[in-house]
């Protein structure tokens, strides 16, 4: 007798304690990820802090990556490499960390005969478990890069699988209604064609974020009327929307110390906040100074006078910048701020917002998408929207 496809997986997914779902065990045991694997893919390059390096199956590296419990980087740059030797610095596509494929999955809720939207087809293999779940003619999946597009045809096709596919931008309608709609691709805002295309009572699953990281798994209903709401559930490091991403830079390309715009006065909150991981704090953080970027540098380890010190700079890409040097001797700390936006006072602010509401975790936030599209967070309860100070 043959093995299942994917039984490798799902018994180190069972193992752990991820899988709670037997109709999706089934499905995990009818896909063999590995078939889903390009021959490159990239992990990160030690000796290149920041970047990437590929690696193919050749490479011992390869079967490690690839047999467990890790996402892959399976494009770079969009297709073209920005570094040395195939190296790249953004990552363009992936496929996903397995055992957050099956949380998300398991928060989707499905039922028999169910009607999906996926975003961000990627390599197809989290379409195959859909498509293994539901059924090929229940599962529609959209992704926005033509390459990577075409080789996710031809493992769903190889594989057995045939979900109706998608070449273009999945935050732009593509039918429905569907009962289902799962991002693959994190938001920081939630694109209202996912919540229009979906029907009442409908579920909406998607990395989520505010701030600089898409580190939560929001679980939105849609209430009928191009509205939705929902808790954050959980962890979920995604690549963005590629309309949503930022590309990367530094406080050196924005923040100039020596501008004669700049103001200088005192900071009325503790400058680390701005590197305080909790994550509930993080949400609040991201929702209330929008387009928040943060550099902390530390001082030099050779120079005992300055031993703990550090100089924290914020910026938002568009003109506003600020420091604030923080000593461990403690405050008032002294800033420097400069452009239209007053970002320590935001950060200040979001601050005491979040302590005022009893600095509640992650899992204590909500957000609510309305039918115009702003997005309200709220702690505990929809009527508690957590609001900037002004
Ligand atoms: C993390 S990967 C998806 C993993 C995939 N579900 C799998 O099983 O391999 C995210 C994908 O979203 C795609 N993407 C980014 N922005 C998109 C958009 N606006 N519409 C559709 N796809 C998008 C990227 O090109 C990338 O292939």
Known sequence: MTHPPGLRLARVLTRRGVVQDTAWHRALL??????FIPPTVWVPDPEHPG???PITRD?????????????LVTQVDDGRPAGADGRGLLPTSSISQPSLVVAMLQALDVRDGMRVLEIGTGTGYNAALLCARLGDANVVSVEIDPAVAAGAA??????GFAPRLV???GAREVGGPFDRVIATVAARRIPPA???????????????GPGTTSAALLRLT????????????????FMWLRDQRRAPSRWPEHVDAGDPAAIAGPVAVNPRVVTDRDPGWGVVLGHLVPDLAVGPEEAPEDDPASAGEATVYLFDRAGSWALAEYVPSGGPFEALRCGPRDLWGEVAAARAVWEEAGRPGRDRLGLTVTSSGEHRLWV???DRVLSPRT
């Open 194 to 208: 996912w919540i229009t295309q979906t029907a009442p009572g409908g579920v909406i699953v998607t990395p989520w």
């Open 154 to 159: 031809k493992n769903l096709a190889a594989a």
């Open 380 to 382: 505990d309860a929809p």
């Open 59 to 71: 490479d011992p590296d390869y079967r490690r990556w690839a047999d467990d419990d890790y996402a």
């Open 30 to 35: 009818a896909v063999d990820r590995r078939a």
């Open 167 to 169: 070449v273009g931008d």
């Open 222 to 237: 849609a209430a009928g009327d191009g509205g939705a709401g929902g808790r954050l559930i959980g962890d979920a490091a």
């Open 51 to 53: 970047w990437d390096r």
